[in-house]
């Protein structure tokens, strides 16, 4: 362990210091964080009798049932590695009061998903998107570690997703709390779980999600049922401190960061870590995402004038070349004959097909949307698809090129006859809350 923050941080925690100043002044990156996926990936952690795998005991001063850092419970979110280095750099400084199991969800998604990376590192996130899940050898996709059956206790261990869940519910029974790290596709930053407000005091991300594992159990098919790790921990009597965080875009360079300062900011509150976190002021304000059931694009309001061969494309309105959305990369035109075309922005500026009409573009997280507003158009008929009321959305429609392996992104163009089967968002109403911190 202190071979491996040597290797990363190339310091010494235990010379003393301003521990955070230090810990943060390094960012870590996907090399950093493949580093201790290994580690952690080769370790063993001893707890209530049993040898649990891909997961290691970072030993603190006091005593105490541990606490846990789980990460990677998504393959391609590296992010809760993070807050397991924190935990190990506080240790180091022999600033860590209690035992933490630091533990990696998908132990066999992670090592696929950082193989891909480094066989090529320079494409896009978009393309380790599968290793969420990891794929079996005939490459289909693996069961999502965060969905799992009602009876997995009861099932036979043969099948490693219903092995690593037994283990995990073993290490839940085991611990005092734990912290579930998540990253996201887009720029998603909140809080995704909370058991106590006091956990979040001083904590870096000030979004809550509210409502969320609803939202999707409402939706998934009664045929088979499945639960998240929230829920299978939830009644566990032992767990006082239950938290889970989206830290950002899988790859970005701030869910690193955002994932070990909350780490930080709760271990501190929990008493488990004496160093104090990088936020230091509490107003107990945060901005609460109150999530609403799923919207199909069928959901949005639209016209009666759909044409067979219609695809539906996410856009933005706009009339004026200066007004296309900076992430567009083609425009919808109108033509003479009234009927819609799509050209690239260089094919528009050489030899527009018809007037401006629409930006084509994705949508980001928690993107404030208005009432009434164009958020889709059908090419070739131009029916355009309005929010029937404001919101901010999750887990928005994803385009179907970056994403052509996981049918529940939602993926864009929309075929006509599918509107009312592909998911657009899940969109949320926003307001201010103050928590009793
Ligand atoms: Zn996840």
Not at 29 to 41: E, G, H, P, Q, Y
Not at 136 to 164: C, Q, V, Y
Not at 316 to 324: G, L, P, Q, S, T
Not at 362 to 376: F, T
């Amino acid at each position: 362990m202190k071979t491996l923050l040597t290797n990363i941080f190339n310091h010494d925690f235990s010379g003393g210091g301003d521990f955070t100043e230090q810990f943060f002044a390094h960012e870590l990156t996907l090399a950093d964080l493949r580093k201790a996926c290994s580690v952690i990936c080769g370790s063993y952690a001893d707890i209530g009798g049993q040898a649990i795998p891909a997961a290691i005991r970072i030993k603190g001063n006091g005593p105490g049932a541990p606490f846990a850092i789980l990460a990677q419970l998504h393959g391609n979110e590296p992010a809760g590695l993070a807050g397991i280095l924190l935990a190990m750099a506080l240790s180091g400084a022999e600033r860590l009061e209690r035992d933490i199991i630091g533990i990696i969800g998908n132990p066999l998604a992670a090592a696929q998903y950082f193989d891909a990376w480094e066989k090529s590192p320079r494409l896009r996130q978009e393309k380790r998107d599968a290793y969420r899940c990891g794929l079996a050898d005939d490459e289909t996709l693996l069961p999502d570690m965060n969905r799992i059956p009602e009876d997995f206790l009861s099932r036979p261990t043969g099948d490693p997703h219903i092995a690593r869940a037994q283990e995990l519910y073993h290490v839940g029974k085991h611990v005092m709390g734990i912290v579930d790290i998540h990253s996201a596709r887009g720029n998603l930053v909140c809080v995704t779980d909370h058991k106590r407000a006091a956990d979040l005091k001083c904590s870096p991300i000030r979004n809550i999600l509210d409502g969320l594992a609803e939202a999707i159990s409402a939706n998934a098919s009664k045929a088979a049922r499945v639960q998240t790790f929230k829920t299978i921990l939830a009644p566990l009597p032992n767990i006082e401190s239950h938290t889970g965080i989206e830290a950002g875009r899988h790859e970005s360079t701030e869910a690193p960061r955002l994932a070990s300062s909350f780490t930080l900011s709760l271990l501190h509150r929990l008493g488990i870590a004496s160093a104090p976190p990088l936020e230091k002021k509490e107003t107990g304000i945060f901005t609460r995402y109150c999530v609403q059931p799923r919207l199909t694009y069928a959901d949005l309001k639209h016209n009666d004038t759909l044409s067979a061969n219609d695809r539906i494309y996410l856009a933005k309105a706009c009339r004026k070349v200066e007004n296309i959305p900076k992430n567009s990369d083609r425009v919808a035109v109108r033509k003479s004959n009234g009927f819609y075309e799509m050209q690239t922005i260089l094919e528009f500026f050489v030899r527009p097909a018809g007037e401006l009409e629409y930006g084509i573009c994705q949508y980001e997280e928690m993107e404030a949307i208005a009432k009434n507003q164009v958020v889709a158009v059908a090419v070739p008929s131009g029916t355009a698809f309005t929010a029937p009321f404001a919101f901010s959305g999750i887990f928005v429609s994803k385009s179907g090129t970056l994403y052509d392996k996981d049918p529940s992104v939602g993926p864009w163009p929309v075929a006509a006859t599918a509107i009312d089967k592909i998911k657009f968002c899940y969109p949320c109403e926003v307001g201010e809350m103050k928590l009793p911190i």
